[in-house]
């Protein structure tokens, strides 16, 4: 890929994840957004490095103050309780993308990328639901139970990210040879 082919999709994947935080269903805690679309797009689309950059750039401007996460922008973020989901868009950019480059190159497994992407997704939940733990630790003074944090921080979602992640497969498939 080109160089300045390269910035322009870091940069298109970065505007695609502010604006999928506006993408909302509200949702106790965590909203339902297209940010995990995106983020899972990106890494199939652009491989980790790239798509890693995209989710570095986009929660640098939130934290700059933009407001391009759900709940608007600036470094206060980072005590909010969803900042680990935040955080954790880069690292589901990035393992999926290396993923999908070392054990489907060709982008020709439906299949094969969902079950890679889905790999990744654990790993972003475990960064939320635990940044999640954290924040309601300290915020409610004592430990709250695991399982209720990892069922509103994460089981809820899985259903909904599950089939965004296998519609970002087959988009993926198919955007992938005109790349």
């Given at each position: 890929m080109t160089k300045p082919k390269s910035i322009i999709l870091t940069a298109l994947f970065t505007a695609l994840m502010a604006a999928g935080a506006y993408v909302k269903i509200p949702a106790p805690i965590v909203p339902f957004?297209?940010?995990?679309?995106?983020?899972?797009?990106?890494g199939l689309l652009l491989g980790g490095k790239r798509a890693a950059a995209a989710?570095?750039?986009?929660?640098?401007?939130?934290?700059?103050?933009?407001p391009?996460?759900?709940?608007?922008?600036?470094?206060?973020?980072?005590?909010?309780?969803?900042?680990?989901?935040?955080a954790g868009f880069i690292?589901?950019?990035?393992?999926?993308?290396?993923?999908?480059?070392k054990f489907c190159p060709?982008?020709?497994?439906?299949?094969?990328?969902?079950?890679?992407?889905?790999?990744a997704l654990v790993v972003f939940y475990v960064?939320?639901?635990?940044?999640?733990r954290l924040q309601t630790t300290a915020m409610a003074k004592a430990a709250p139970d695991t399982f209720s944090v990892i069922y509103t921080g994460a089981?809820?979602?899985?259903?909904?990210?599950?089939?965004?992640?296998?519609?970002?497969?087959?988009?993926?498939?198919?955007?992938?040879?005109?790349?």
């Open positions: 957004t297209l940010q995990v679309f995106f983020c899972v797009l990106s989710q570095v750039l986009y929660v640098a401007l939130g934290l700059a103050g933009l391009v996460f759900t709940g608007g922008g600036g470094i206060g973020y980072v005590f909010m309780p969803t900042f680990g989901y935040v690292f589901l950019a990035a393992i999926t993308g290396f993923l999908a480059n060709k982008r020709d497994s439906v299949i094969k990328l969902t079950l890679l992407s889905l790999i960064v939320g639901v635990e940044w999640l089981l809820v979602f899985l259903p909904w990210d599950a089939v965004k992640i296998i519609a970002c497969a087959v988009v993926a498939r198919r955007v992938w040879r005109f790349m």
